[in-house]
T-cell receptor, first 117, second 113 residues
Framework: AQTVTQSQPEMSVQEAETVTLSCTYD???????LFWYKQPPSRQMILVIR??????QNATENRFSVNFQKAAKSFSLKISDSQLGDAAMYFC??????????????FGTGTRLTIIP | EAQVTQNPRYLITVTGKKLTVTCSQN?????MSWYRQDPGLGLRQIYY???????DKGDVPEGYKVSRKEKRNFPLILESPSPNQTSLYFC????????????FGPGTRLTVL
């Protein structure tokens, strides 16, 4: 079974600075997908970024980018130019590709990010 | 607007009183799933459905039931709720295929006294 580990329960960053959230995972599959979800105080789960394991290029979405290290099974999220609206709980998640049974998301335990004005 | 809806958003009930949390999506998604979120544990899957009339257990199915009679609806049933089912519940849906985004409902905060 796949597992996802987020070792930083809480982090804080000064507004306009850069912060990196860590995520490691364990799997025996060679093809899979990784996601970062954001959960603001409203509790809504919002997709931030996704990465296909077969792509070597790291995904980017505006101020959000990932550092995907497949051999190390590491998938960190970098937030540049942090804004007050980035304050939230961030979850790293793993998903198997189609044809591998249940397409569930396996989540980490989350990292609560605080932005300091 | 493409969305997943859940009702109710908040519910306080007592031990043993049967309840249903509804979930509906308007995106014609085949895959639907229920998760529960507890502090320090992240989100864990309760049940999932690959399509109409096809459902199966996730990681924490004890005490829950589901049905999928129509493609758009996937209700979660607690036949005899207990205090350890106090949690935040999310319904999610997606097209089949691991790379497709799972869209989440707004969540249901359930308290069982």
């Amino acid at each position: 079974a796949q597992t996802v580990t987020q070792s930083q329960p809480e982090m804080s960053v000064q507004e306009a600075e850069t912060v990196t959230l860590s995520c490691t995972y364990d799997t025996s599959e060679s093809d899979y997908y990784l996601f970062w979800y954001k959960q603001p105080p409203s509790r809504q789960m919002i997709l931030v970024i996704r990465q296909e394991a077969y792509k070597q290029q790291n995904a980017t979405e505006n101020r959000f980018s990932v550092n995907f290290q497949k051999a190390a099974k590491s998938f960190s999220l970098k937030i540049s130019d942090s804004q007050l609206g980035d304050a939230a709980m961030y979850f790293c998640a793993y998903r198997s590709p189609i044809g591998f049974g249940n397409e569930k998301l396996t989540f980490g335990t989350g990292t609560r990010l605080t932005i300091i004005p | 607007e493409a969305q997943v809806t859940q009702n109710p958003r908040y519910l306080i009930t007592v031990t043993g009183k049967k309840l249903t949390v509804t979930c509906s999506q308007n995106m014609n998604h085949e895959y639907m799933s229920w998760y529960r979120q507890d502090p320090g544990l992240g989100l864990r899957q309760i049940y999932y459905s690959m399509n109409v009339e096809v459902t199966d257990k996730g990681d924490v199915p004890e005490g829950y039931k589901v049905s999928r009679k129509e493609k758009r609806n996937f209700p979660l049933i607690l036949e005899s709720p207990s205090p350890n089912q106090t949690s935040l519940y999310f319904c999610a849906s997606s097209l089949q295929g691991g790379g497709n985004e799972q869209f989440f409902g707004p969540g249901t905060r359930l308290t069982v006294l």
